[in-house]
């Protein structure tokens, strides 16, 4: 593996279990294009190597991951003409204009990446502590499996922060089920670990301290499943949510999403492909701590 500047890569039972970790614990392993791109190349060599069996998929500090990284320094840099330009920018879509650009960009970067990684030909397990908005359900819905900390919560803010009707790979309705996603998104309110057990998106549910250690040991039973046998479950499940039809209403929703983009950045003077505070919308960069769905409140 190369050197990688945005995730981190640790290789455990003798290269049979492998820890992958987002590494922007100072911007929430907020998902910029650079760390994309690295977990790409980091699932991509864990899928190759045959003395592989498990991957774990997790975020480095108290956060698992806070979504797309909408403004950072780094993330501004990445994507302005320049020397420090991503060259990512500069193809698939890059050069092309208007809604054109946007949607190849994000169909590379942010859609057909994380289908990609649901699809990879090792059992997945995402490491989740803390807070998950928006993107980064995208990455623990691409896993096998989901375990978590006691203080991990599931959020997609992007309903009530930034007009749009979901992240580009929409498994919500899959995940939460469907009215439970209607009124998470038009709140924009969390579910905590506890009710995403319930729901069974969550296999485990661990003490925020022990989750490191406690994952590890939840990956060696399933390592211990010979690799046919696990790939073929894997398959078995994927291709029967497939043909409950999970592939096509990925690709309807991705489409919708684009038309979402496409609305905003026709109605705003400056473009911008989100909705504004004149909309009605509460910024996200000033908007109130995500809140817990309550059972009893408005």
């Not at 390592?223 to 046919?228: E, G, I, L, Q, R």
């Not at 999403?257 to 473009?271: F, S, Y």
Request: one cysteine or more; aromatic letters at 8%.
């Amino acid at each position: 593996m190369p050197d990688n500047r945005f995730v981190s890569v640790e290789s455990l039972d003798d290269g049979r279990i492998v820890r992958i970790r987002l590494n922007r614990p100072e911007a929430r392993n907020a998902q910029n294009r650079g760390l994309l791109v690295e977990l790409d190349a980091a699932l991509s060599a864990a899928e190759e190597d045959d003395a592989v069996r498990v991957v774990i998929l997790g975020g480095a500090g108290p956060m698992f991951s806070s979504g797309h990284d909408m403004g950072s320094s780094i993330a501004v840099n990445e994507r302005t003409p320049g020397p420090d330009q991503h060259p990512t920018y500069r193809i698939n879509g890059g050069t092309r204009a208007g809604a054109e650009r946007q949607m190849i960009q994000e169909w590379h970067y942010f859609f057909q990446n994380t289908r990609r990684w649901r699809n990879l030909r090792k059992i997945t397990i995402a490491e989740v502590q803390g807070d998950v908005y928006a993107a980064g359900l995208m990455l623990i819905w691409s896993c096998d499996l989901i375990v978590c900390a006691e203080n991990a919560r599931f959020a997609d803010v992007v309903g009530t922060r930034l007009g749009m009707c979901g992240v580009e790979y929409f498994a919500h309705p899959w995940e939460f089920g469907p009215r439970k996603t209607k009124e998470l998104m038009l709140t924009g309110d969390a579910i905590d670990a506890h009710s995403a057990f319930s729901l069974g998106m969550v296999s485990r549910v661990f003490p925020t301290d022990d989750l490191p250690d406690r994952t590890v040991d939840f990956a060696r039973r399933i390592a211990s499943v010979p690799t046919m046998t696990a790939l073929l479950v894997k398959e078995a499940v994927n291709q029967s949510v497939d043909e409950m039809g999970f592939y096509n209403a990925l690709n309807s929703c991705f489409t919708l999403h684009q038309l979402n983009h496409a609305h905003w950045a026709q109605i705003n003077d400056d473009k911008l492909p989100v909705a504004k505070e004149d909309a009605g919308i509460v910024s996200w960069r000033s908007a109130p701590a995500v809140a817990t769905a309550p059972k009893d409140r408005a």
